[in-house]
């Protein structure tokens, strides 16, 4: 797996780019450090990284379990700790989804695709950072 980072600009605006495909990602410092909102910040990526990883594999649970999903979002929340480096200490997944859902499958499939097959879990919590998810279902 590779990937590269280039600089866009003067300032700290930087673009990500997978081997893998010609997607690239915007990535931009806080403004302490010269920041000008042009892209996601690393942590913030962090944070995306946990969540796309476990919905890749909750959503293919979901589906092997015959689940009529009519959409999916992930709030992540994570707290950070006060000093440099400022390291998560916890982060929490909440996973909304609307459809025809068995409350008791879905809980299963978070569980699985977080804690069992999210690699980005397992580097974080290796690190010390406690993780926890939620699933809240809005039936239609």
């Not at 590779?2 to 990500?16: L, M, P, Q, S």
């Not at 594999?57 to 707290?79: M, P, Y």
């Not at 998560?88 to 859902?101: A, N, Q, R």
Request: aromatic share 4%; glycine share 8%; charged share 30%.
């Amino acid at each position: 797996m590779k990937v590269t980072i280039k600089r866009v600009n003067e300032a700290v605006h930087f673009e990500g780019e997978s081997a893998s495909t010609d997607v690239k990602i915007h990535i931009d410092g806080s403004p302490e450090i010269g920041g000008e909102a042009l892209g996601a910040r690393p942590m913030e990526l962090v944070l995306m990284a946990l969540g796309s990883c476990s919905a890749l594999d909750f959503i293919n649970i979901l589906k092997k379990q015959k689940q009529e999903i009519v959409d999916v979002k992930i709030d992540i929340d994570g707290k950070r700790k006060d000093t440099i480096p400022a390291v998560f200490t916890d982060v929490h997944l909440l996973f909304k989804l609307k459809g025809k859902i068995d409350a008791e499958k879905a809980n299963k499939a978070a569980e699985l695709a977080v804690k069992k097959y999210c690699s980005v879990h397992d580097m974080l919590a290796a690190g010390g950072v406690q993780i926890t998810y939620e699933v809240v279902i809005d039936a239609v």
